[in-house]
């Protein structure tokens, strides 16, 4: 598959483009977090997302999917990026729904694929235990109980676990934290007795979660694939929501450079364009062959997700994306306010809310440090 947009996913690209910049503005966002809205999303927004598609993109035909391919869902998401459009797709689609893709049965992903597809179904993954990315320190319980689970353990940084209908939990059903083995995910719904959902917001606006379970009773139906088994699942279904929150990235690191471009072919001083100065020539070059590359990373990952190229390989490429394209990012992002000066520190410009959202996204499923270590692991080191 070559590593360029069809016709089909360039068209699909403009649509994405055109629905963020008129109906998912950066004003928007900003009057969410103004009013402290209680999902952290509009949810008209999100219906009109559903309308156009963007929750069925990457699902077979048969579950109600448009069966469109990871890379059609990244150059929607990258459009997103660009406006920082709050929305669930991230959470619901990217991680928690290529989740029961992955480790679901046939009749989870028939029931709730499409309730996802139609807009019907939230999803949150409940993953994180600490202040650091670690997918196996879990030490959320699941005892057997009768025929079920009783979950019992505390989450933090439940990406929109605020707003979601069903929780995916992720326990330990033997073993200690740190290993691998021993883990399995659960179905838990939202309002449960014994699920106490605490909103918290981000830096950059973005609404998450922390999240208590005690004693929470789930029959044995909640268990999505296999007990104690739970990680093959989860690294897959990582590896493509850190894609995926990759192309979210270069879309908001290109969107700051723009802003910034469009910034020093205007702003004067001493009577001349700051735009002409060869030092800030300099870092804007820099930054430009710095966005080629990230897209470079983005592209290939997302055409090997759609090529069902290996695991290794696609744990390998997502490690890549995810700490190159999260190092551009902050990179353009901090420059993009050195480069407005000190109306760039204010809340009045736009340009603080990219580097935001870049300082939350870089640390989001494993920092540059994380997946740098990771793929050094992968590749024998």
């Known amino acids: 598959m070559p590593m360029i947009l069809n016709e089909e996913q360039t068209m699909l690209r403009d649509s994405a483009r055109d629905f963020c910049t008129n109906s998912a503005p950066i004003s928007q966002l900003r009057e969410l977090r103004d009013t402290n809205s209680a999902t952290g999303f509009d949810a008209g927004t999100w219906g009109s997302m559903v309308e156009l598609g963007w929750a069925s993109i990457p699902w077979p035909e048969e579950v109600g999917g448009l069966d469109f391919g990871y890379k059609g869902l990244g150059v929607v998401t990258e459009e997103t990026g660009k406006t920082l459009a709050a929305s669930p797709l991230f959470s619901t689609v ?28 939230k999803l949150a993954t409940a993953l994180e235990e600490s202040g650091r990315h670690n997918p196996y320190g879990i030490a959320t319980k699941a005892t057997k109980s009768g025929t079920g ?48 959902i605490e909103p918290t917001k981000m830096v950059d606006s973005r609404a998450a979660a922390n999240v208590v379970l005690n004693d929470v009773a789930v029959e044995a139906s909640a268990l999505l694939g296999p ?30 450079f723009d ?9 004067q001083q001493f009577g001349v364009v700051i735009g002409t100065f060869q030092g800030l020539k300099h870092r804007a070059a820099e930054m430009f062959c ?52 000190g109306i760039g520190m204010t809340d009045e410009f736009d340009i603080g809310f990219f580097l935001k959202r870049a300082a939350v996204t870089e640390q989001a499923l494993g920092d540059v440090h994380f997946h740098r270590d990771r793929y050094g692991v992968l590749e024998g080191y």
């Open 149 to 196: 689970y009783q979950l019992s353990g505390s989450k933090t940084f439940v990406i929109d676990g605020q707003s979601a209908d069903k929780l995916i939990v992720v326990a330990r059903t033997s073993g200690s934290a740190g290993e691998r083995s021993g883990i399995s995910l659960f179905l838990v719904d939202a309002g449960a007795d014994g699920v106490a």
């Open 94 to 121: 990217w991680l928690s729904g290529t989740l029961i893709n992955l480790a679901g049965s046939d009749e989870q992903r028939a029931q709730m694929l499409p309730l996802i597809s139609a807009g019907e179904l």
């Open 227 to 256: 007990s104690d088994a739970g990680a093959d699942a989860l690294d897959a279904a990582l590896d493509i929501a850190r894609i995926g929150l990759s192309a979210e990235m270069l879309g908001s690191a290109q969107e700051c």
């Open 290 to 341: 710095d966005l080629e590359l990230a897209r470079s990373c983005v592209l290939e990952a997302l055409t090997a997700l759609d090529e069902k190229r290996g695991a290794d390989e696609i744990a390998k490429l997502a490690s890549l994306t995810k700490a190159k394209v999260g190092e551009i990012a902050t990179r353009v992002s901090r420059e993009g306010v050195q480069m407005h000066g």
């Open 259 to 267: 802003r910034t471009i469009a910034y020093l072919k205007e702003r």
